[in-house]
């Protein structure tokens, strides 16, 4: 569903999770893998302030491995807990809980200490739009729930959903707005699919896809159409135009930039990861 985030919107969505977030003993903070920093609230840090956190790298199975361990290994450098995971297996989910119970030890053996037999951690599901929060809070508690709440404004009485004996979300996930200002940030969401596509153009979605695939991932780019090592070296325009020509758009590059973008949001060009730590950082430069 595509939101659109207004000054109104965000000050109202920040007010909710600040709300949820005084119920909660952690926060689940979901990113998309291929964008881990660029699908992140900018003004996450502060909101959430010293409360506990895990960093959730969903969209695991779409990320390039290789780049995902250096963003787990980045976030715990900077001291949360950070794991990665296909939301689409439930069985990696059993790691949630584990994790949550673990960064909650003390507080769990004050509350026993206190004569709680089995004291319940609670969390919530934090993130912008699109990087699986629904998912997430589904698989874990073995349900399917019509999550209604989840559109900013959008309030209802709320639960505790368990995932364990010991473990519980709370039913609706706490929404929040990308950084879509900057330029490279909008692109990087515009080609996963995590922005609406009205909101951008096609052929500079597709552009940069091209060229950050030939960069980056030239294999796959080649496999995926069929090109040659030549093919590969041209300038990136000259090469778009040959990409047309040989799927049947003849000189719609639009509809090759379309079919593009289609086929990095399917897999179809392989797993791939479109930043690394410090590259927003250069960005703003
Ligand atoms: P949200 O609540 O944060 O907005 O995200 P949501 O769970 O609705 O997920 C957004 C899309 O991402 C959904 O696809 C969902 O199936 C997909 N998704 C969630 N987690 C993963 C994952 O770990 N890996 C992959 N590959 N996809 C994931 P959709 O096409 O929008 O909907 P649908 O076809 O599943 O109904």
Request: net charge positive.
């Given at each position: 569903m595509a939101i659109q985030w207004f000054p109104g919107h965000m000050a109202k969505a920040k007010k909710e999770v600040q709300e949820k977030l005084k119920q909660v003993d952690l926060v689940l903070e979901i990113v998309d893998a291929r964008?881990?920093?660029?699908?992140?609230?900018?003004?996450?840090?502060?909101?959430?302030?010293?409360?506990?956190?895990?960093?959730?790298?969903?969209?695991?199975?779409?990320?390039?491995?290789?780049?995902?361990a250096v963003w787990i290994q980045h976030y715990q450098d900077m001291g949360y807990a950070a794991m990665a995971i296909d939301a689409q297996h439930a069985r990696q989910l059993k790691q949630i809980p584990q994790l949550a119970r673990q960064l909650m030890a003390e507080k769990i053996a004050r509350k026993k200490a206190r004569g709680i037999k089995n004291p319940a951690v609670r969390a919530m599901c934090i993130g912008i739009p699109n990087v699986g929060k629904s998912t997430?809070?589904?698989?874990?508690?073995?349900?399917?729930?019509?999550?209604?709440?989840?559109?900013?404004?959008?309030?209802?009485?709320?639960?505790?959903?368990?995932?364990?004996?010991?473990?519980?979300?709370?039913?609706?996930?706490?929404?929040?707005?990308?950084?879509?200002?900057?330029q490279a940030i909008g692109l990087r969401l515009a080609l996963t699919g995590a922005i609406a596509d009205a909101v951008f153009q096609e052929d500079v979605v597709g552009?940069?896809?091209?060229?950050?695939?030939?960069?980056?991932?030239?294999?796959?780019?080649?496999?995926?159409?069929h090109l040659t090592a030549d093919d590969l070296n041209l300038p990136s325009s000259d090469l778009m135009v040959i990409l047309s020509q040989r799927n049947g758009f003849a000189d719609d590059y639009n509809r090759m930039a379309e079919r593009l973008i289609f086929d990095a949001r399917q897999g179809k060009l392989g797993r791939y990861t479109l930043e690394l730590p410090g590259d927003n950082d250069a960005d703003a430069e």
């Amino acid at each position: 569903m595509a939101i659109q985030w207004f000054p109104g919107h965000m000050a109202k969505a920040k007010k909710e999770v600040q709300e949820k977030l005084k119920q909660v003993d952690l926060v689940l903070e979901i990113v998309d893998a291929r964008t881990p920093e660029s699908s992140r609230n900018p003004m996450l840090n502060e909101i959430i302030g010293e409360k506990p956190r895990i960093m959730v790298l969903n969209k695991a199975d779409l990320a390039d491995p290789n780049k995902t361990a250096v963003w787990i290994q980045h976030y715990q450098d900077m001291g949360y807990a950070a794991m990665a995971i296909d939301a689409q297996h439930a069985r990696q989910l059993k790691q949630i809980p584990q994790l949550a119970r673990q960064l909650m030890a003390e507080k769990i053996a004050r509350k026993k200490a206190r004569g709680i037999k089995n004291p319940a951690v609670r969390a919530m599901c934090i993130g912008i739009p699109n990087v699986g929060k629904s998912t997430i809070l589904n698989r874990l508690v073995k349900k399917n729930i019509a999550i209604t709440g989840n559109k900013p404004g959008v309030t209802k009485n709320q639960q505790w959903l368990k995932a364990d004996d010991s473990f519980q979300v709370l039913d609706t996930p706490g929404i929040l707005w990308p950084k879509f200002e900057d330029q490279a940030i909008g692109l990087r969401l515009a080609l996963t699919g995590a922005i609406a596509d009205a909101v951008f153009q096609e052929d500079v979605v597709g552009m940069y896809g091209l060229e950050f695939f030939m960069a980056n991932y030239p294999n796959a780019l080649k496999q995926a159409y069929h090109l040659t090592a030549d093919d590969l070296n041209l300038p990136s325009s000259d090469l778009m135009v040959i990409l047309s020509q040989r799927n049947g758009f003849a000189d719609d590059y639009n509809r090759m930039a379309e079919r593009l973008i289609f086929d990095a949001r399917q897999g179809k060009l392989g797993r791939y990861t479109l930043e690394l730590p410090g590259d927003n950082d250069a960005d703003a430069e």
